[in-house]
């Protein structure tokens, strides 16, 4: 973090790996993710300029972001700075600059004192962007004097390729295979059952089981998972 007043000059930084989408769009997006909300408030702090990016730097008075956006890509983007300018009553103040994940939830929180003689301050954040952070709609929220001083939103997105499917569980596997199956019942000249089996559909019309669950019978019987059966007399070696 870098914070600098118009008179004087007080250098921060700090660099954050953080963790960890649930958000709502528009009017009913949470508190924290209300872009350009709220920057007018009852702090003697008034914001009037936000500037997000990847890189700027002081010039003269003010901050200047060379690459300004709020859309960030992991893994290509490594770092995300967030300026605020601010006008308020010349002294010494108490800043306070809380980064939230895309649940809502405080991922870093850091403090610092404001000391200028004038009434324009510029602060900036800047925060490390590690491969693994969380995608979604992240907010940066200010508070200076415990009073809201200006939030900043934006986003993350992960350009790495999604990895391969899990294996699928054993519940899955039976479900995929169920249908496929069927009860091979060997019979006798008289219909009756001798022995009976699993046998598995591998084609249309085709179905492959075990020699032993057929051996002796004159015919079969083929019951299906869905209730149905049907008799057969034609085997294929």
């Not at 700090?14 to 872009?35: E, K, N, Q, S």
């Not at 960030?72 to 306070?96: R, Y």
């Not at 004038?118 to 602060?123: E, L, N």
Request: aromatic share 10%; charged share 15%; proline share 7%.
């Amino acid at each position: 973090m870098k914070l600098w007043a118009a008179v004087r000059s007080a250098p921060f930084h700090f660099a954050a790996y953080v963790i960890t989408l649930a958000c709502v769009v528009g009017f009913f997006l949470p508190r924290h993710l209300r872009a350009g909300q709220d920057q007018v408030n009852n702090s003697q702090f008034r914001v009037f300029k936000i500037l997000c990016g990847t890189k700027g730097e002081l010039r003269g008075a003010k901050y200047v972001m060379d690459d300004q956006r709020t859309v960030f890509h992991v893994p290509k983007d490594h770092e995300i700075v967030i300026a605020f300018e601010w006008q308020g009553t010349p002294g010494t103040h108490h800043a306070v600059g809380t980064w939230r994940s895309p649940d809502g939830k405080v991922a870093l929180t850091s403090n610092f004192e404001l000391n200028s003689d004038t009434t324009f301050y510029v602060g900036t954040w800047t925060l490390a962007i590690p491969a693994d952070i969380a995608p979604g709609l992240w907010a940066l929220e200010a508070q200076v004097d415990g009073k809201p001083a200006g939030n900043q939103i934006f986003q993350i997105v992960s350009d790495e390729p999604a990895g391969p499917p899990p294996p699928p569980s054993p519940a899955e596997i039976y479900q995929r295979a169920a249908p496929a199956t069927i009860f091979v019942t060997s019979l006798d000249q008289n219909g009756e059952p001798i022995t009976r089996g699993l046998g598995f559909f591998v084609g249309d019309g085709s179905v492959l089981t075990a020699f032993q669950a057929i051996d002796g019978a004159s015919s079969l019987r083929l019951d299906f998972a869905d209730g149905s059966f049907a008799k057969v007399t034609d085997v294929v070696n």
